[in-house]
């Protein structure tokens, strides 16, 4: 009997088997993680973001500032999507994160170039992120130093110094350094209470169904949204203490710089949290055992990694993986922990991202509630 | 949101008052047309095979499901339409334990008034512990106790916003018999109190203690009525036989006409059937003078088997 037998060993592989086939949510997990990573590794994601928003105020619009647009835009890097016509309009452009360029060419800019003063060709970059900055900028300094050669034929011929016809100007906005710590540390306050949270409730209602204390639950008085409710605060508590630690770690070990008001961060986190221990709360009512509800959690996780902007950046990604994207609360979020601790934002900037929040809440909420009613009839 | 004394306008003697009451999941009919009525301050014994629909049954009583078809009363409450209300006058102790195994007594216990809104909690749950003689364990966590404690912590829990009905799924299953005669002297008191107990068990001496029974085989309720009514109703003839070879004895008696049950208790056979003549006919075919044929009173279980049986020639 001590020895190793083969069909003592078939006896345990066969019946694994037949567990794996009976639990089809974890089947299609096993089958559908993979695919997914496929899909967003393969295609959604892109190191090398093109495309970027870009917002001009040309104050000199002659031929010479039209070549260099034009050569900015088949770069590939760039896409014209607003003109701005102050300063104060450009910088609330990239306050807001509606572009991640302003390139400025100032008024003299013709005049300067003839007369070999090397103008001044100032770009600003929102570089919170330096990795979707980073490519863009290099390919600026290769143009800036060639695209008027065609131009300047002739007897312009002399201008093409050698260091270049014109001087340019590169301002990294939010995170002159281009510390990657300082975009990636914020990011990981929506990705810890991501992962969390939503882990956390999903476990919860299943827990109560695989030990039978469900039916006992269902026979109280207790109201569903009761339930939901008194389950999703005390994780809120939770959630608040990880953000707590995360903002220390931040100050004192990474040394992040805080400029907008943590007390808004704090009562914005509230949408966040609630938001995503909606979605866990809903997990758990689909979900048969604690397994297929962690499953789900994970397949929540992995776009809320991927597609939010945490990892690579969000404009890198084709459309589909953008639309993807905003649902997600992570990618609000990580704009609004981004937006308030590195630029400084207010609640008027951060409101366009609160009503996605908002609205992902409310639905996670529910279909949470909705699932819940139907648990025994 | 109403009110909660039972309303006057409820025929008040009865407790529970249903009529046709049906159950489908999918094609399967779980629950088939079940009238019960069961006055208050009675101890109802519902008895079954598994899978027989009590389960099911009950919890369309106490609100957890809504019957497909049918009407009726819970506590005067409709049970299509206040389920609400009937939840908070009916103590439900499921069938498997599901208290939460990693509180201790009095947390489960002050949960569970906290969810009945029970006036006065502190004493309420200080009274249920010591009637039940759980004080000394208060501070135990319900996944240490062992089966018998399990079930008193389930009993307190479901009396603790006393409720006027108490719907017990199975309460003495896997309970040695020492706890189940103090559960049952429990149960009798609250009766005697004017609680409206309805119970479900396996066990025929339980079914023995109830003062009415009821049985249900295939979602049907095939008979009801006080012991001696259910004993009476069946119409069955059990004979007793000892003696040598007993075993080739039961195998040539099964089978003969007019025998439906023959069953060995120790060193006894019991032979039933409903016609008496036949019977009594085919034990004459093999009589022999080393056996010693004794006729009694049939038991309960002789009964419901051969309800069952009955049934089963009916329905399935």
Redo the contacts between chains.
């Keep these: 009997m001590k020895r190793f037998t083969l069909h003592r060993l078939w006896a345990i592989v066969l019946k694994e088997f037949i567990q794996m086939k009976r639990d089809r949510v974890t089947f299609g997990m096993m089958v559908g993680i993979p695919l997914m990573q496929l899909m967003l590794f393969g295609f959604a994601i892109n190191s090398d973001p093109k495309h970027l928003p870009t917002a001009i105020r040309a104050a000199d619009q002659g031929p010479f500032a039209r070549t260099l647009v034009a050569a900015l835009r088949t770069s590939g890097y760039f896409t014209l999507t607003h003109e701005a016509a102050t300063e104060a309009e450009a910088r609330r452009l990239l306050q807001l994160g509606e572009v991640q360029f302003v390139i400025n060419i100032p008024a003299d800019f013709s005049r300067r170039l003839l007369r070999g003063e090397r103008p001044t060709l100032l770009i600003e970059a929102d570089a919170t992120d330096p990795s979707a900055t980073g490519p863009a900028l290099n390919a600026v300094r290769a143009i800036a130093d060639h695209v008027l050669d065609r131009d300047l034929t002739g007897p312009l011929a002399r201008l093409r110094a050698k260091s270049g016809p014109i001087d340019l100007q590169l301002h990294a906005h939010y995170n002159p350094e281009n510390i990657t710590q300082y975009n990636v540390v914020p990011g990981l306050m929506g990705v810890v209470l991501t992962m969390t949270m939503v882990i956390i409730t999903a476990l919860a209602i299943t827990r109560e169904r695989e030990?039978?204390?469900?039916?006992?639950?269902?026979?109280?008085?207790?109201r569903p949204f009761e339930v939901m409710l008194g389950k999703i605060l005390p994780y809120i508590v939770v959630g608040y203490i990880q953000v707590t630690l995360i903002l220390v770690a931040s100050h004192f070990v990474f040394h992040v710089p805080m400029i907008g008001s943590l007390l808004l961060l704090y009562a914005v986190s509230f949408l966040f949290i609630a938001a995503n221990l909606a979605m866990g709360i809903t997990f758990s009512t689909l979900a048969k055992n604690q397994l297929q509800a962690v499953q789900m959690a994970f397949f929540f996780f992995l776009p809320s990694i991927l597609l939010s902007g945490f990892m690579f950046p969000f404009r890198g990604m084709p459309e589909w993986a953008q639309w993807v994207g905003s649902i997600l609360p992570n990618t609000h979020y990580l704009r609004i922990v981004r937006g308030i601790l590195l630029k400084g934002n207010g609640l008027a900037e951060i409101t366009p991202h609160l009503w996605p929040l908002l609205a992902f809440l409310v639905v996670a909420m529910a279909l949470g509630v909705k699932r819940y009613r139907q648990t025994?009839? | 949101m109403s009110d909660p004394i039972a309303p006057l306008s409820s025929p008040s003697d009865f407790a529970i008052d249903v009529t046709g009451v049906t159950k489908r999941f999918g094609a399967k009919t779980v629950v088939n047309a079940i009238d019960l009525r069961v006055r208050r301050g009675e101890i109802y014994g519902f008895l079954g095979p598994n899978g027989s629909g009590k389960t099911t049954f009950i919890r369309m009583l106490c609100g957890l499901l809504t019957p497909d078809a049918g009407s009726g009363t819970c506590l005067g409450y409709d049970v299509r339409s206040q389920q609400a209300d009937i939840k908070r006058h009916v103590g439900y102790m499921t069938q498997k334990f599901s208290y939460y195994e990693d509180l201790s007594i009095r947390e489960n216990l002050d949960f569970i008034a906290r969810l009945y809104d029970v006036p006065d909690r502190r004493a309420a749950i200080q009274q249920s512990l010591e009637r039940l003689g759980l004080t000394n364990r208060s501070h135990q966590l319900a996944g240490q106790l062992s089966g018998g404690w399990k079930q008193r912590l389930a009993l307190a829990a479901c009396l603790i916003h006393s409720p006027q009905l108490l719907l017990l799924d199975e309460p003495t299953a896997g309970v040695d018999p020492k706890a189940r005669r103090e559960f049952w002297d429990e149960i009798h008191r609250l009766a005697a109190q004017g609680l409206t107990v309805l119970i479900t068990t396996h066990y025929m001496d339980e079914a023995e203690r109830c003062h009415r029974l009821a049985y249900l085989a295939y979602g049907k309720l095939l008979t009801h009525g006080t012991l001696a009514d259910v004993l009476a109703s069946a119409r069955l003839t059990t004979w007793t036989v000892t003696g040598p070879g007993l075993l080739d004895l039961a195998q040539k008696l099964r089978g003969l006409p007019g025998i439906e049950q023959v069953v060995a208790f120790g060193t006894t056979l019991h032979v039933s059937g409903r016609d008496a003549t036949a019977l009594e006919a085919s034990l004459n075919s093999v009589r022999d003078p080393r056996h010693e044929w004794k006729e009694i009173h049939a038991g309960l279980e002789d009964v419901f088997i051969s309800l069952m049986d009955a049934a089963k020639d009916n329905f399935a």
Excluded: A
């Design positions: 030990r039978g204390t469900m039916e006992n639950l269902l026979s109280t008085p207790v025994l009839d």
